[in-house]
């Protein structure tokens, strides 16, 4: 099974902070990776797709990146509705696998 | 507008069974993969299952194969989980979602709780 390794498992951060956070696959899973975004009691809202593109709807302060198996989100100029829990996904093979999960706290 | 409608949930007892639904409106629902995910209470996200746009077949990891059944009626727009045998580590929200070449779009979730 592919392994997607996130980090960091959790991140204090302030508003305005520009916040990355990574997951690095332990096989090849090409372009698809997902980001997803968790709020406390919601299910899950698709970010990013296909490793760097934008949902529709999520403000352009998100981004997604790669280079070779580390695959990034990045928020820039973090804002107070970015604080949630946030998770990666490969949907290159089965078994699906997603990442731990990192959860965003304000200092 | 899409939407995924998750019912079915409850408690259950350990060894026994249940079975949710999910109906799918503001799609072709014949058109798309559907799975289910789930989520243990402060844990991550783990995938259950999965089925093609026919139903001809369908994806298990190891932790259900055997256990769960993933089943779809198209002329209904309805996507199921039939759970068996059902242990205390099934405990979790469980999200129906569609598939795509951009990934899965989420359903709202139903609970499960196995417990005596």
């Known amino acids: 099974d592919i392994q997607m390794t996130q980090s960091p498992s959790s991140m204090s951060v302030s508003l305005g902070d520009t916040v990355t956070i990574t997951c690095r696959a332990s096989q090849d899973v090409g372009i698809y990776v997902n980001w997803f975004q968790q709020k406390p009691g919601k299910s899950p809202r698709r970010m990013i797709y296909r490793a760097t593109n934008l949902a529709d709807g999520v403000p352009s302060r998100f981004s997604g990146s790669r280079s070779g198996s580390d695959y990034s989100l990045t928020i820039s100029s973090l804002e107070s509705e970015d604080v949630a829990d946030y998770h990666c996904?490969?949907?290159?093979?089965?078994?699906?696998?997603f990442g731990g999960g990192t959860k965003l706290e304000l200092k | 507008e899409v939407q995924l409608v998750e019912t079915g949930g409850g408690l259950v007892q350990p060894g026994r069974s249940l079975k949710l639904s999910c109906v799918a409106s503001?799609?072709?629902?014949?058109?798309?993969?559907m799975s289910w995910t789930r989520q243990a209470p402060g844990k991550g996200l783990e995938w259950v299952a999965s089925i093609t746009n026919s139903g001809g077949s369908t994806y298990y990891p190891d932790s259900v194969k055997g256990r769960f059944t993933i089943s779809r009626d198209n002329a209904q727009n309805t996507l199921y989980l039939q759970m068996n045998s059902l242990r205390s580590e099934d405990t979790a929200t469980y999200y129906c979602?569609?598939?795509?070449?951009?990934?899965?779009?989420w359903g709202q979730g139903v609970m499960v709780t196995v417990s005596s």
């Open positions: 996904l490969q949907y290159d093979e089965y078994p699906r696998t």
């Open positions: 979602t569609r598939e795509s070449t951009k990934g899965p779009y």
């Open positions: 503001g799609f072709t629902f014949n058109n798309y993969w």
